[in-house]
């Protein structure tokens, strides 16, 4: 099958459910740029979780495609990215720390907004504007539209007692990024990846925040991020 994904044409055969499910929306055609299988070495590693068969695909699948993806000047960001009057906004942190439901709180809040990728947002630098794309690796939520937005800003969320944001060095947002991605193993793509990422944060302002469980945290990153 022919995917369309962060426009760029993907070759992917799914044979499972979750996967075929999630990349409905992205059926297209046309001749690939990327063919993606799962790879024995992660088949390797995941399998030591016992997860189902269809899990396993998913999961592996997802790994090839951040690999590759990194030659045709995209990255994906481990992140839950709400999109809010035209604008992308990426909350990145630990599985467990509450990204997504601070994102859950800018819909409640925000009429209009809703969840462009819960988990693996694409990140693709262009020359004019830097755009978010979802895509069918959107973790346990399946949360994701086929869409791409202009990237607007990045928060790295931490829990805290009390809701505090401030915005960082492009040194330190570069090391939070590399953190929250896949990082290559060859020179070469690591070049390619940090490339992309210092345009990233030479461009957009990236924060970070600690910030309780409540609404009053999606309020605070509502108004800095925004500039109001």
């Given amino acids: 099958m022919i995917y369309e994904i962060a426009n760029l044409k993907v070759e992917m055969n799914p044979k499972y459910e979750r996967l075929m499910r999630q990349s409905v929306s992205y059926e297209s055609s046309g001749a690939p740029v990327i ?4 790879n024995p070495y992660d088949e390797a590693r995941v399998v030591m979780k016992r ?3 269809g899990e396993r695909e998913y999961i592996c699948c997802s790994a ?11 990255f ?15 909350f990145s942190a630990p599985s467990g720390t509450g990204k997504s439901t ?15 990728n819960d988990d693996k947002p694409v990140i693709w630098p262009e020359e004019e504007r830097i755009t978010v794309w979802g895509s069918p690796f959107a973790g346990k939520t399946n949360l994701q ?31 939070l990024m590399l953190n ?14 940090l490339d992309m ?9 990236i924060y970070e925040m600690s910030c309780t469980r409540e609404l009053e945290a999606a309020k605070l990153s509502c108004r800095v991020m925004k500039g109001k």
């Fill in 35 to 38: 063919r993606i299988a799962p």
């Fill in 180 to 193: 929250n991605t896949f990082r290559p193993r060859s020179n070469e793509e690591m070049n390619l990846l």
């Fill in 51 to 53: 997860p189902s068969e």
């Fill in 76 to 90: 994906f960001l481990h992140a839950s990215a709400v999109v809010y009057e035209g604008e992308a906004y990426l």
């Fill in 145 to 175: 539209v086929n869409k791409g937005v202009p990237l607007k800003g990045i928060c790295f969320l931490k829990q805290g007692n009390e809701n505090q944001m401030q915005q960082v060095t492009e040194d330190h947002a570069l090391a």
């Fill in 197 to 205: 990422m210092e345009q990233v944060v030479s461009r957009v302002t």
């Fill in 64 to 74: 090839a495609f951040c690999r590759k993806i990194v030659r045709h000047e995209r």
């Fill in 102 to 116: 601070h994102t859950a709180f800018w819909r409640e809040l925000f009429p209009g907004s809703y969840i462009l």
